[in-house]
């Protein structure tokens, strides 16, 4: 099993950056992938984006490209979202998610990823 717990959303100005974590406890993740989905009122979750926990490789969604960047902190088993110049289409509930086992691609949907977070909501005022 893997525990995920996400945390830094908050309520910011459009053009303003936030920080996501995802703290990772429980199954070692070596041959997993990590990513971040949200989920804006009434729309699908959809995948943001996701980082291959041994390699290093990542990938975004083409609406965050450039902007937001997702890391991971190996010592303290911690995947971060760095969110830059944020817009108000940006307002959702952010998710971490995690694999069960390895992918040569980063999956861009919410298939193959077993377990998440509880979310953390981010909200961009204009």
């Known amino acids: 099993q893997v525990q995920l717990v996400e945390s830094g959303g908050g309520l910011v100005q459009a053009g303003a950056s936030l920080r996501l974590s995802c703290a990772t406890s429980?199954?070692?993740?070596?041959?997993?992938?990590l990513a971040w989905f949200r989920q804006a009122p009434g729309k699908e979750r959809e995948f943001v984006g996701g980082?291959?926990?041994?390699?290093?490789?990542?990938s975004y969604a083409d609406s965050v490209k450039g902007r937001f960047t997702i890391g991971k902190e190996n010592v303290r088993n911690t995947v971060y979202l760095q969110m830059n110049s944020l817009k108000p289409e940006d307002t959702a509930v952010y998710y971490c998610?995690?694999?069960?086992?390895?992918?040569?691609?980063?999956?861009?949907?919410?298939?193959?990823?077993?377990?998440w977070g509880q979310g953390t909501q981010v909200t961009v005022s204009s």
């Open positions: 980082i291959s926990w041994s390699g290093g490789a990542s």
């Open positions: 429980g199954r070692t993740l070596s041959s997993h992938t």
């Open positions: 998610a995690a694999t069960s086992e390895y992918f040569a691609t980063i999956p861009m949907t919410r298939r193959g990823y077993v377990y």
